[in-house]
C-alpha cells in the first residue's frame, strides 16, 4: 500500500526565506501526488498535483515541488514565504488504476516570522 | 460553483446522543469522501462512495459510524451513541472519476462530544 512520510512536523521561517516542506513517498506503482494547505479553521484546499506530465510542478501561490524518482521524493518548495503562508501543509499519494482514495502524510505546520 | 456544502459547522453534544452530519458534493461529481481529523491520527479516510454506492468503508472505526448517500447530492455520517473519543473535524470531499482528479474539501463540522 502507497504511503507518505513528511519529515518535520513543525517548521519555522523568517518572512523572505526559502520555504522547503518534505514530503517521501512509497508506493509500488506510479504514484500521483498532491500538497494540500490547510489554513486555520478551513477545509484542504490543493496547492498543487503531480501526475507524470512533468517533474517540475508549479502550483498556486508561488509554490512548487519536483518529482523525483530516484529520491522517491515530492518536496515543497517556495523560494520568499509570506505571512500568509503560514498554515499546515499535507502531502498526500494515490496510485495508477483502480485506486481513488488518498492517503495523507501527518502534515507539516509552517510558520513564518518577521 | 458553492464548493461541498457541510452541515452543521460546528456541533456541541453529549455523550450517548447521537449525531449526524451532512454534506451535500459539487454537482457533478460521482466520488464522495468522508474524513476525520484529530491531533492524535492525522486525517484519516472513513469511507468513500462512487455514484452513491458505498466502496471501502475500512476506515469507519466501529458499528457507531455508518454513512449513506440516497442520492449524487447528498450524504450523511451518523455516529450513534457518540463517544468523546469521537471529537474530531469531519470532513467531506468530492471528486469526479480518475485517480488523478483532485479532491475538493468541504469546509469540515467540528465536532465535540461531551
Known amino acids: 500500500a502507497q504511503s507518505v512520510t513528511q519529515l518535520g512536523s513543525h517548521v519555522s521561517v523568517s518572512e523572505g526565506a526559502l520555504v522547503l516542506l518534505r514530503c517521501n513517498y512509497s508506493s509500488s506503482v506510479p504514484p500521483y501526488l498532491f500538497w494540500y494547505v490547510q489554513y486555520p479553521n478551513q477545509g484542504l484546499q490543493l496547492l498543487l498535483k503531480?501526475?507524470?506530465?512533468?517533474?517540475l510542478v508549479k502550483g498556486i501561490n508561488g509554490f512548487e515541488a519536483e518529482f523525483k524518482k530516484s529520491e522517491t521524493s515530492f518536496h515543497l518548495t517556495k523560494p520568499s514565504a509570506h505571512m500568509s503562508d503560514a498554515a499546515e501543509y499535507f502531502c498526500a499519494v494515490t496510485s495508477t488504476g483502480t485506486a481513488s482514495k488518498l492517503t495523507f502524510g501527518t502534515g507539516t505546520r509552517l510558520q513564518v516570522t518577521l | 460553483d458553492a464548493g461541498v456544502i457541510q452541515s452543521p459547522r460546528h456541533e456541541v453534544t453529549e455523550m450517548g446522543q447521537e449525531v449526524t452530519l451532512r454534506c451535500k458534493p459539487i454537482?457533478?461529481?460521482?466520488?464522495l469522501f468522508w474524513y476525520r481529523q484529530t491531533m492524535m491520527r492525522g486525517l484519516e479516510l472513513l469511507i468513500y462512495f462512487n455514484n452513491n454506492v458505498p466502496i471501502d468503508d475500512s476506515g469507519m472505526p466501529e458499528d457507531r459510524f455508518s454513512a449513506k448517500m440516497p442520492n449524487a447530492s447528498f450524504s450523511t455520517l451518523k455516529i450513534q451513541p457518540s463517544e468523546p473519543r469521537d471529537s474530531a473535524v469531519y470532513f467531506c470531499a468530492s471528486k469526479v472519476a480518475g485517480s488523478q482528479e483532485t479532491q475538493y474539501f468541504g469546509p469540515g463540522t467540528r465536532l465535540l462530544v461531551l
Open positions: 503531480y501526475t507524470s506530465a512533468a517533474t
Open positions: 454537482s457533478g461529481h460521482d466520488y
